[in-house]
Nanobody
Framework: QVQLVESGGGLVQAGDSLRLSCAAS????????MGWFRQAPGKEREFVAA????????RYADSVKGRFTISRDNAKKTVYLQMNSLKPEDTAIYYC??????????????????WGQGTQVTVSS
C-alpha cells in the first residue's frame, strides 16, 4: 500500500515557475513508477509526466515537453514536478500517481493504482 501526499501548488502568473512535490509512504519506493496527471474544470483528466523507478526514463505530454521536468529522490521517497514558463492553460488540479512497475512509464491513468488527493495550480494571465 502506498499513500501519496502532494504539495507546492498555488496561484502564479503566466511565465512563472512552480515546483510540485509528492511524498510517498510505504516500502520499496524505487520499485514504483511515479507520475503526474492533471484535470482542469470541465475537462478530462490528462497525463502530464511519468518517471521510472530508477529515474532513468521519463515521459512527458507534448503540451508540457520542454517546460516541465519530472524527477525523483528515492532516498526521500519523493517525486517532483518542476514547472517553468507556466501558461493559463496549465491551470488544473495536479495529481501524483504511483504504479508498481519496473517497466517503461505508462501514460494511461488506468495503469496507476495509487493516487494522491491533488493540489491546485492556478496560472493567471
Amino acid at each position: 500500500q502506498v499513500q501519496l501526499v502532494e504539495s507546492g501548488g498555488g496561484l502564479v502568473q503566466a511565465g512563472d515557475s512552480l515546483r510540485l512535490s509528492c511524498a510517498a509512504s510505504g516500502r520499496s519506493f524505487s520499485s514504483y513508477t511515479m507520475g503526474w496527471f492533471r484535470q482542469a474544470p470541465g475537462k478530462e483528466r490528462e497525463f502530464v509526466a511519468a518517471i521510472s523507478g530508477s529515474g532513468g526514463v521519463a515521459r512527458y505530454a507534448d503540451s508540457v515537453k520542454g517546460r516541465f521536468t519530472i524527477s525523483r529522490d528515492n532516498a526521500k521517497k519523493t517525486v517532483y514536478l518542476q514547472m517553468n514558463s507556466l501558461k493559463p492553460e496549465d491551470t488544473a488540479i495536479y495529481y501524483c500517481v504511483a504504479r508498481l512497475s519496473l517497466g517503461v512509464p505508462s501514460t494511461s491513468a488506468s495503469s496507476y493504482a495509487y493516487w494522491g488527493q491533488g493540489t491546485q495550480v492556478t496560472v493567471s494571465s
